[in-house]
Structure formats: structure tokens, C-alpha cells
């Protein structure tokens, strides 16, 4: 699960990393509001709180003279989407900003950790190179980019944080503060069961601080049970409408960029059933597994978000009924079907218990469905439907 940067900021502050105080502002008078709150003077910075970085070369992160700038760049900000490189063509909707005071930076440097399931480690890189042009620096020149591994059992010891310190080439007084910062992320990162924690930039003030000025946390999905005050963070405004409907009724379902809805039971078979409409020359439009006990619900609902899909010209259910029922499906499609109207072709291909009480509910129903009982048929046959 992805947090925002202001949520990480205040988690990052009590593992004792050094982070500026700021508020988050859901309208441009709120911003200016919280412009004056934080600082008499400025300049300050407004920060679009989006589950994406890039933000800075996106026109998400702006720096204001006066409040009059505060405003507009808010304005600015929350009318249309932020398009950044790791949001996707559509962008995401900016409801939230960060407004915080402006540091005077001496230099960016960058530092993260993640796991490394090599090593079964957690690795903590650090750069000189910091900033917005990290994914360059990565590609181009990753010697620039130091490493140290942590065992988690073991937590971080102080020398290991001393050598990247060296490495970095930080001055002699700035060790003690760094070796506070390593300590609180990989405290946070094991404690809070993370994935990625990351800061970047990471600035050396003019004043000699070292301060957070963007932060990214993300935590393990399967971890969360047991990090109910994470789990709060989280935030629908950034998912995809989708998605959140999928997760409501427990399917798993993974968007992708063809035409053909699927729709199956197992990840096994979700996969094999990609595969063939591959091979039979056509490009799934997600990946769907029902799960194998699945019940008509379920399966009606999964039949709802493939259809809103408005790019899905086509559906494929491939089911092989094990603990599933063929007639507990067959029951949750003509249900589906007929509450919601289908105007593109279905094709069924429907294996295993009840195979027979099940064909015959979907043959019943006079509903246009290809029922059949060949896989490679019906991959076939959805491919050339979509098609004509
Ligand atoms: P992103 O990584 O999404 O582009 P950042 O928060 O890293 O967004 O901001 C981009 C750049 O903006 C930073 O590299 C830094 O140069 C500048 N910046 C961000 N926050 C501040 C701040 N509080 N004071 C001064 N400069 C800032
Ligand atoms: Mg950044």
C-alpha cells in the first residue's frame, strides 16, 4: 500500500528523521491559510499529494514568493490531473496539497531502502547524486549509487551507516545526524513491514541540517493485519474505481491494455487462458481470477466490472469447476447477464462438477452465450468474435 508524502513525513518524524512541519490544504484558500500558519514570511512550497514522484518536472511541486503565488499555484494545481511519468496517460486527480516553508539547499543527495530477496536483506542505497534526475543517474552512472546491506534480524549497526556516510563524502559533522536518519528508516522499515522507503532529495541545508524534503513509504499489503494504524492511511482517491470494486468483493483482478474480458477460476488457469487467447491472435483486457470457491455473487460482480470496462469488446469465462460448482457459476452469469444487458459476445467454457447441470442453466437462460467445453475452441472463438 502506497501513502502520501505528507502521511510518510509524519512517520518518518517519529523514527527521528528530520522532516519540516507542514499541513495538508484541500482548497487554494486553505492553502493560503496554511502558508501563513507555518511561516510569517516565505517563500514556500506547494506540493501535490498524489501515490506518484516525478511531481517536480510535472509542474506538482511549485515554489512561491508570496501567498498570491500560493494561491495560483494551488489553483493551478487542483483543476486538472497531474500527468507525471509514473502516472499513466489519464494522470490522477490532485484533491490534497502540502504546503511547506522552502529550505535553502546546499546539496540533494538521495537515499532509500528496499528489499533484496536475493540477500534476503534489506539494502540501503545512498547517492550524492539526489534529486530529480535519479532514474538517469541509476541508468547511467549506477557506480554513483552506493550500497550496503541490513540483515533485518540484526537491525542497522552504527558502522554501517559511518560507511556510507564516507562514501557519500558527508562532512565530519553531519555524521551523527545521518547515522540517526539510517537508523529511523530501517527501524521503520522493519517495524512497519515496508517495501520501500525512500528520500529524495534527501538536502544538506546551508544551515548544515540534513532534512527529508520528499518522502515515499510503502508497505507490504500482506502485512497490513497487523498495522491497523497504516491501514488508516490509505487513500481511494488514488485507485482506480475498478480496482477498489474488485478488492470490495475479494477478486483478484489486474487491468491490462486488450479487448477480450476474462474471466476465471485460479491463477494457474488465469494465466494459461491469457496465454491462449494470445496465441489465437487477440490481447486479453485483464486478468481475473474468481477465486476457487467462489459463490454466484461473486461471480455476478466480476461479470459487472468486466463489463464496465467500456474497452472490453468481448468475454471469455473459463472456469473448471473443483471446489467451484459448474451450476453456482452458470447461475451467477445468467444472473449477471440478464440484470446488466450484454451487448458483445460471451463465450463459455465450462469443465468439471456439475458440468452438465451447468450447461444446461445457460442454455435454458436463451441468453446469446457460446457455451463449449474446448478451451482452445473457445479462445479461438472469442478471438474471431471480437473480431468481426
Ligand atoms: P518529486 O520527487 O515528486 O518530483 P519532490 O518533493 O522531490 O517531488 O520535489 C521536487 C524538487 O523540488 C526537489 O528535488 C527539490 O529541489 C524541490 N523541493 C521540494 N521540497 C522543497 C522544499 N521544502 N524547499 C525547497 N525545495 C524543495
Ligand atoms: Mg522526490
Not at 539547499?105 to 539494502?123: M, P
Not at 540534513?210 to 515515499?216: E, N, P, S, T
Amino acid at each position: 500500500m502506497k501513502i502520501h508524502e505528507y502521511q510518510a513525513k509524519e512517520l518518518l518524524a517519529t523514527y527521528k528523521v528530520q522532516v519540516q512541519p507542514g499541513l495538508v490544504a484541500y482548497s487554494p484558500s486553505q492553502a493560503v491559510d496554511i502558508a501563513n500558519k507555518v511561516t510569517h514570511e516565505g517563500p514556500w512550497v506547494v506540493k501535490a499529494q498524489v501515490h506518484a514522484g516525478g511531481r517536480g518536472k510535472a509542474g506538482g511541486v511549485k515554489f512561491c514568493k508570496t501567498t498570491q503565488e500560493v494561491k495560483e499555484a494551488a489553483e493551478k494545481m487542483m483543476s486538472k490531473p497531474l500527468v507525471t511519468h509514473q502516472t499513466g496517460p489519464d494522470g490522477v486527480d490532485v484533491t490534497k496539497l502540502l504546503v511547506v516553508k522552502a529550505v535553502d539547499i546546499a546539496h540533494e543527495l538521495y537515499c532509500a531502502l528496499v528489499l533484496d530477496r536475493k540477500t534476503s536483506s534489506i539494502v540501503i542505497m545512498a547517492s550524492r547524486e539526489g534529486g530529480m534526475e535519479i532514474e538517469e543517474v541509476a541508468e547511467k552512472t549506477p557506480d554513483k549509487i552506493f550500497k550496503i546491506c541490513v540483515d533485518p534480524a540484526m537491525g542497522h549497526s552504527a558502522y554501517q551507516s559511518r560507511i556510507l556516510a564516507y562514501d557519500l563524502g558527508l562532512p565530519k559533522e553531519l555524521h551523527a545526524q545521518f547515522e540517526t536518519m539510517i537508523q529511523g528508516m530501517t527501524k521503520l522499515f522493519i517495524e512497519k513491514d515496508c517495501s520501500l522507503v525512500e528520500i529524495n532529495p534527501l538536502a544538506i541545508t546551508t544551515d548544515n541540517q540534513l532534512m527529508a524534503l520528499d518522502a515515499k513509504v510503502t508497505i507490504d499489503d500482506n502485512a497490513l493485519f497487523r498495522h491497523f494504524d497504516i491501514k488508516e492511511l490509505f487513500d481511494p482517491s488514488q485507485e482506480d474505481p475498478i480496482d477498489l470494486e474488485a478488492a470490495k468483493w475479494n477478486l483478484n483482478y489486474i487491468h491490462l491494455d486488450g479487448n477480450i474480458g476474462c474471466m476465471v477460476n485460479g491463477a494457474g488457469l488465469a494465466m494459461a487462458t491469457m496465454d491462449m487467447i494470445k496465441m489465437a491472435g487477440g490481447e486479453p483486457a485483464n486478468f481475473l481470477d474468481v477465486g476457487g470457491g467462489a459463490s454466484s455473487d461473486m461471480v455476478r460482480e466480476a461479470f459487472k466490472i468486466l463489463i464496465s470496462d467500456k474497452k472490453v469488446k468481448g468475454i471469455f469465462v473459463n472456469i473448471f469447476g473443483g471446489i467451484m460448482k459448474c451450476d453456482v457459476l452458470a447461475k451467477g452469469i445468467v444472473e449477471a447477464v440478464t440484470q446488466v444487458g450484454l451487448k458483445i459476445p460471451l463465450v463459455v467454457r465450462l469443465e468439471g462438477t456439475n458440468v452438465e447441470q451447468g450447461r444446461k442453466l445457460l442454455n435454458d437462460s436463451k441468453l446469446n452465450i457460446f457455451a463449449t467445453s474446448d478451451m482452445g475452441e473457445a479462445a479461438t472463438l472469442i478471438v474471431k468474435k471480437v473480431m468481426e
